[in-house]
């Protein structure tokens, strides 16, 4: 850049200067021409004097120092001399010309007039010139240097954000999936070769969802810094903790008190959670745990990380916000898990699934409806009940196919009840969050919906409060869908979830089931009968039926019937019937 800025200067300099110069040279003649031509008449009448004063007209022109009229012979008639202590700086740098104005009269050369001038101003004009080139060119440059450098600070910035990011997680600040995938497998080899031992400990934060959804994303990221806070206190020099993705964090520690450090840093950061949650959050942050040993539980980083993931799945199961180690014991349930999962899969194809149906009353003992259960009877294992395989389904993702064999079911059951002359109630269907994740499964779910056909008239949907709520923020809500196509919706275990006004007014349900924990004891129970009421107002203010699960006793019973529940269910009433038993209750009242 500097080099191409100084060649153009010279080539910029070099061709002003043989401007100039020509301008000087042109400028020069133009005023000896005039002189000379004014200087005719003195020349041929040989007047000294009127010559004199004509030469003296070249004051007037800086450069020129000399000036002479010459007669023809050689003889000078007259000369200008400008007055002088000698050249100055710039004429005795510069050249010297000189120049002959021939005078004429009538055709005839009658004088010579002989101009002797310095290149002064031309070099003082060049000089100027030189000097504002460079004057531009240190004000290019230092601008060049100044841009120059920021851009290459800007460059090695990105360049150390880049490298920073390939191994950190950008929110937290923590190692990154890839970096700790590194570090574990060398802890591994390090263990099986050396006998070191790591600890591998597996974090997750409990109800993350609902932090985001209650409180907002801002809140839910300051919540996964300030647990990555945490991790870092609580670890020692060394061990490493890593941002897995989402609310998944990990922690490997090494040496050979890992497992006395991985107890402290679970119990603590369980206990400091807990303080900070009762001080500070009105929503509370909780995490579940799981660990395994290096390399007793597993060789290889694969084998760290499920088994790890295990004793996690398993705190969770044990009601969250705990530890679990894992065992060779829980492997194995894990492992029967597994191999339950794949025969729930194959008894979703074969036709294995059942439903039971366990009837909903009104006041007067009449069945209203029927809320369908999912039924498996294992080829080998015998019945499994629901609280055993719902949860496989709805982690594995079979849960969307066991909900299409589910409303398959239903189809064949009400087109039994039709052939056996009964008049069918409608089936109430349970849809699964995981139902509505994937367009995929939303289309296939509203595709069967119509190829069956299941009408309005045959079934209803039941929806917990966070599926339902989650889903109206939905731009394509298959609630909104399904409300448009006639189909009736109700809000089941109401009063565990969000239990918002506004979503009730948005999303006008049909029905509200009230949870079994506000109906057992609504009897004796003042708190219960007070919130049972209060539930049952707000649903008929808003053209909302009610409907109380869970009723086990007679008392119960009539106490909800007084506190205006429309509809009732419960294994007091009824227990789940087979297709065929529930044919006799459709046939009138219950005995």
């Known amino acids: 850049m500097v080099v191409a800025m100084l ?31 004014s200087a005719t008449a003195a020349a041929v009448f040989d007047s000294e004097h009127d010559a004199q004063d004509l030469l003296r007209a070249f004051s007037s022109v800086p450069d020129v120092d000399l000036a002479r009229l010459r007669r023809p012979d050689g003889s000078v008639l007259a000369e200008y001399r400008r007055p002088g202590a000698g050249p100055s700086l710039w004429q005795r740098v510069g050249r010297v010309q000189r120049l002959a104005v021939p005078v004429r009269a009538n055709g005839q050369t009658v004088a010579w007039l002989d101009v002797q001038a310095q290149e002064g101003e031309l070099w003082s004009t060049m000089a100027a010139l030189m000097a504002s080139l460079a004057a531009v060119m240190l004000v290019a440059t ?77 809140a839910g990221d300051q919540a996964l810094r300030d647990l990555a806070d945490l991790l870092r206190q609580l670890v020692r020099e060394g061990d490493l903790v890593a941002r897995l993705g989402g609310d998944e964090f990990a922690v490997l520690l090494t040496g050979p008190h890992c497992d006395g450090a991985s107890e402290r840093v679970s119990s603590e950061l369980i206990a400091r959670l807990r303080a900070l949650s009762h001080a500070q959050s009105p929503c509370p942050l909780r995490v579940s745990m799981g660990g395994c040993r290096i390399p007793d539980d597993a060789r290889t980083p694969d084998e760290a990380m499920q088994c790890a993931d295990m004793a996690l799945y398993e705190a969770k199961r044990a009601g969250k916000g705990t530890a679990v180690a894992y065992t060779p014991a829980l492997g194995e349930l894990q492992r029967d898990r597994q191999r339950l999962q794949q025969d729930l899969h194959a008894g979703i194809h074969r036709g294995q699934i059942e439903l039971a149906y366990q009837p909903v009353f009104d006041a007067a003992g009449q069945v209203r409806s029927v809320e369908a259960l999912a039924r498996w009877t294992h080829p080998t294992r015998g019945a499994i009940g629901p609280a055993e395989f719902i949860p496989i389904a709805e982690e594995s993702g079979l849960i969307v196919e066991l909900t299409l064999a589910c409303m398959a079911r239903a189809r064949a059951d009400i087109d039994a009840w039709r052939a056996a002359g009964r008049q069918p109630v409608p089936v109430a269907l349970n849809i699964s969050s995981r139902l509505l994740l994937r367009d995929t499964d939303r289309a296939r779910f509203l595709g069967e919906l119509q190829t069956l056909p299941l009408s309005p008239h045959e079934v209803e949907f039941e929806l917990t409060e966070s599926v339902l709520f989650d889903d109206l923020d939905n731009p394509d809500s298959i609630l909104v869908r399904l409300q448009a196509m006639g189909y009736g919706l109700a809000i089941d275990d109401f009063g565990t979830g969000y239990s918002s006004l506004a979503y009730l007014r948005r999303i006008r349900c049909r029905k509200i089931k009230i949870d079994r924990l506000f109906v057992a004891g609504v009897a004796t129970d003042r708190d219960n009968a007070l919130m049972v009421e209060s539930i049952v107002r707000v649903a008929h203010s808003l053209d909302m039926q009610v409907v109380a699960e869970g009723v086990e006793h007679a008392a119960d019973r009539d106490r909800l019937v007084q506190l205006g529940c429309d509809l009732l269910q419960g294994f007091g009433l009824c227990e789940p019937q087979t297709p065929q038993a529930l044919g006799r209750w459709l046939a009138g009242p219950t005995p």
């Open 142 to 218: 230092t601008f060049t240097h100044l841009v120059s450098h920021r851009m290459r600070a800007a460059v090695r910035s990105a360049e150390d954000r880049t490298r920073f990011l390939a191994h950190h997680d950008e929110l937290t600040g923590l190692a990154n999936r890839a970096r700790f995938g590194t570090a574990l497998a060398q802890a591994v080899a390090t263990a099986r070769h050396h006998g070191t031992p790591a600890r591998l400990l597996c974090v997750d934060v409990d109800d993350f969802k609902q932090i985001n959804d209650t409180r907002g994303h801002a």
């Open 7 to 37: 060649w153009s200067a010279a080539l910029l300099s070099v061709m002003g200067f043989f401007y100039l110069s020509h301008r000087h040279a042109q400028s020069l003649r133009v005023h000896a021409e005039i002189v000379g031509h």
